[in-house]
DNA sequence: CTGAAAGCGCTTACAG
DNA sequence: CTGAAAGCGCTTACAG
């Protein structure tokens, strides 16, 4: 700026005391004794020059900087993730100004060293850190952890106790197969969202297996095909279980974007959904609501997984002793057209 | 953390040297001669210790905080301005590290104060700041701007010569109209995105209606309705257009969503897009590849707006008087089937 | 009630 | 080549 800023000094000498009366009054120290007028006229002072206090020095004094962050990893699931990015985002904003912080977004790009985001935590850029898509062979992490810096990751690492955030994808894929199982379907396929390397891929294809167990039904290797986070996995994957001797009569896809493909490839084929073939995706990315028929499918809380995880982080952060450090959060069954059920379900 | 960090002066002790020379050392001082002995001993102590310089005593210092700020306004066309979100901050926070900088995400709910982003740059929280979404009303904004505090819109502010990185929005509008009228359509129909109070709406209308005269075609209020971001309210004002006498053989709609809402409109009226009605959209959000027919629009650029805007910012930050402060881009015209045209255009 | 002084952890003239 | 000292702009014991 043109004109230097104004500092405590110039607060100090216009409203003609000391520095730490300003600071006194500025900042609202409770138990201490300062007549109305003098806090007036600081106050007064302070408005007419404008004064804000510079937080560099503040955070310097007080070892804090009120200030967490969002490390954010694209790796090949990036366009797939992106769809989360502005609900998590949101979240993890609202609960960092509620409890007056603000958040940095640090991207890790495919290129950047994985442990690009340690200089965050030891330079004291941030008091803590949120960590979304961090891959479990990251030593870095583990170190910061036990460290003792404050650290909360959005998806899992399973075997520690790093606190973290996540979707409960068990449960979600049971809902996904226990409605399919509800409109009377006995033959139900799935295509999973990645790669099994991927928890999530994992914990959905648990929750599918569950729930055909739990009604009574064998699991049929047969019937489950991998998904890669994209369109096109989903149409390879859906070709293959239309190939299928006798083809599953309905298909929970674990990821809306592959169902898309999923979807593609049955009406390329010659058949109709629901008809022909059920379909219920995962995810309620923005684009399952505008295809044709719209996609049934299992929401994801973003704006809800943003909260958790940045109010979490704060409570660590400022030794509030959560109860739970591990958090699922509950999805929801959002019934469209694809899945052939009515409004409100039922056969 | 739980042990105490450590600071220069522990590196100091360790290396046998004093703060100075580690500064020196660690900060990579030109023109400064220590012996490359020396020069190891610090960075042995630095690695050993992991010392990671204490940014806030550095930025208190230099007086620089490295730090550009996103400040995004969530006004009612938050959804909307959503879809481009990831790629916005994608292009910003690879422009911010590609000169070194951080990135602090602020978005400005309804409920905040309007000015509620002063603070992070009288604060100096930030060395600058990218705002999107600014009312033109605001006065910090022109105050922060005649304060000489670095500072880039996203959008325009007309009438003023604060820098700025917008989409060339007339010339878009004109390459969608452009594209329908090379396709054979006389009687083009539009639907706005926003009310006219939002600038990106004037200019789409101001291309619209350059595009017709450049083709000796007479502007008529009559084929022009408005829409409010929203699916809704495409569907109303395609409502309104199908209402008339001689309903348009083919519409621009210059916002994705609401042409979405529009098309619904004319599937739902049991008409066909195109063989019916052609339909060009603007903005080429997700949805835009999803919806039946796909839909032709004109893309918006967002990587390269974060990415244009972040650097331009931080060039006004490190005084390298850019050329042209106030920057549009191009939008690209993205054939797909609600125009009616075959790949590559032509009737 | 209010002020002089120390200190947070760095960097940077300035000496030697 | 290297170190002692001042200072960035605050806050916070400690005196009075």
Redesign the pocket.
């Known amino acids: 700026m043109n004109r ?9 000498r216009l409203a ?9 009054v ?2 609202n ?1 409770p138990d ?8 007036q006229r600081v106050l007064d002072a302070a408005r007419r020059l404008n ?4 937080v ?3 955070r ?4 804090k900087t009120h200030t967490i962050a969002l490390v954010w990893h694209r790796g090949p699931d990036a366009t797939y993730r992106d769809a989360f990015l502005p609900g998590l985002l949101q979240g993890i904003t609202r609960a960092a100004r509620h409890y007056g912080y603000h958040l940095l977004f640090r991207p890790i790009d495919p290129d950047d060293p994985d442990e690009a985001y340690v200089e965050l935590a030891r330079g004291r850029h941030t008091d803590g850190l949120v960590l979304s898509g961090p891959r479990s062979d990251d030593p870095s992490l583990l170190e910061l952890y036990r460290d003792g810096f404050p650290l909360v990751l959005h998806g899992q690492l399973p075997g520690t106790e790093v606190p973290s955030v996540d979707v409960d994808n068990v449960r979600g894929a049971i809902q996904a197969v226990h409605h399919l199982l509800s409109l009377g379907h006995r033959r139900i396929g799935m295509i999973t969202n990645a790669p099994l390397a991927y928890i999530s891929s994992r914990q959905r294809l648990d929750g599918y297996r569950q729930a055909l167990e739990a009604a009574g039904l064998t699991y049929d290797p047969e019937l489950v095909q991998f998904g890669n986070f994209d369109e096109e996995s989903g149409r390879k994957a859906m070709l293959s279980l239309l190939d299928l001797p006798t083809p599953p009569t309905a298909v929970f896809v674990a990821s809306d974007m592959v169902a898309i493909g999923a979807l593609r490839a049955i009406l390329d084929h010659g058949l109709r959904v629901p008809e022909d073939i059920a379909i219920v995706g995962f995810d309620d990315i923005a684009a399952a609501r505008f295809v044709s028929p719209p996609l049934t499918t299992i929401r994801v809380p973003a704006f809800g997984l943003g909260w958790t995880a940045g109010e979490l982080l704060i409570r660590i952060i400022e030794q509030d002793q959560p109860e739970h450090t591990q958090v699922l959060l509950e999805t929801e069954l959002i019934v469209r057209r694809s899945c052939g059920a009515k409004e409100g379900g039922g056969k």
Request: aromatic share 4%; glycine share 4%.
């Open positions: 230097p800023r104004p500092t405590s000094r110039d607060v100090a003609g005391v000391s520095r730490t009366t300003v600071s006194l500025l900042n120290v201490v004794k300062i007549s109305p007028e003098t806090r004064y804000y206090p510079d560099s020095a503040r310097l004094v007080s070892g």
